[in-house]
T-cell receptor
Framework: GAVVSQHPSRVICKSGTSVKIECRSL??????MFWYRQFPKKSLMLMAT?????????EQGVEKDKFLINHASLTLSTLTVTSAHPEDSSFYIC????????????FGPGTRLTVL | TQLLEQSPQFLSIQEGENLTVYCNSS?????LQWYRQEPGEGPVLLVT?????EVKKLKRLTFQFGDARKDSSLHITAAQPGDTGLYLC?????????????FGTGTLLAVQP
């Protein structure tokens, strides 16, 4: 299957700082990537859909100014958590979908964010 | 918004036991996927079911899609400690080219040796 990487795998930051998380599709081009958030022992909640070359589509209740998404190339999407607070601490997972309609999503290994 | 309810939420069993996990929705799925996720990793796709009544087998795992395509089950035979993880069902929401995935509430399985 296709490989999706995330960087960093873990990050600890102080409250009020911004953190950038990268999601890369390593062996295919992804016109669409997705960002999820997961709390301990809970399911994945879709935050936003990242479309290459256009603005991201955010799910209801997700602050677009808080979670900035940029999909500048066909293999890279970034999620920036701005002015992070302890309640933003979570496991953030991205996925990438191959270009054809209905194709499987491949998930990254996740990034553990801890805000002190 | 969670559209898929899974049961049970938690399950702790001994090695060798059988178990069934359920995924239910009030609306019809066009297709449904099952994933397994280990701690600190992303989910990994196990199977996709598409046709009502469909049964798929993956070694000791048996997946069934309900006739009405509103529910699915995952049955594990002779569970092993390596089966431990979070099991998630997910359905696609048609959305033009994006095809978003909506995940179920999850079932956390612990298999004790």
């Amino acid at each position: 299957g296709a490989v999706v990487s995330q960087h960093p795998s873990r990050v600890i930051c102080k409250s009020g700082t911004s953190v950038k998380i990268e999601c890369r599709s390593l062996d295919f081009q992804a016109t669409t990537m997705f960002w999820y958030r997961q709390f301990p022992k809970k399911s994945l909640m879709l935050m936003a859909t990242s479309n290459e070359g256009s603005k991201a589509t955010y799910e209801q209740g997700v602050e677009k100014d808080k979670f900035l998404i940029n999909h500048a190339s066909l293999t890279l999407s970034t999620l920036t958590v701005t002015s992070a607070h302890p309640e933003d601490s979570s496991f953030y997972i991205c996925s990438a979908r191959q270009p054809r309609e209905g194709r499987e999503q491949f998930f990254g290994p996740g990034t553990r964010l801890t805000v002190l | 918004t969670q559209l898929l309810e899974q049961s049970p939420q938690f399950l702790s069993i001994q090695e060798g036991e059988n178990l069934t996990v359920y995924c239910n929705s009030s609306s019809v799925f066009s297709s449904l996927q099952w994933y397994r996720q280990e701690p600190g990793e992303g989910p990994v796709l196990l199977v996709t079911v598409v046709t009502g009544g469909e049964v798929k087998k993956l070694k000791r795992l048996t997946f069934q899609f309900g006739d009405a395509r509103k529910d699915s089950s995952l049955h594990i035979t002779a569970a092993q400690p390596g089966d431990t993880g979070l099991y998630l069902c997910a359905k696609s929401l048609p959305g033009g080219a994006t095809n978003k995935l909506i995940f179920g509430t999850g079932t956390l399985l612990a298999v004790q040796p």
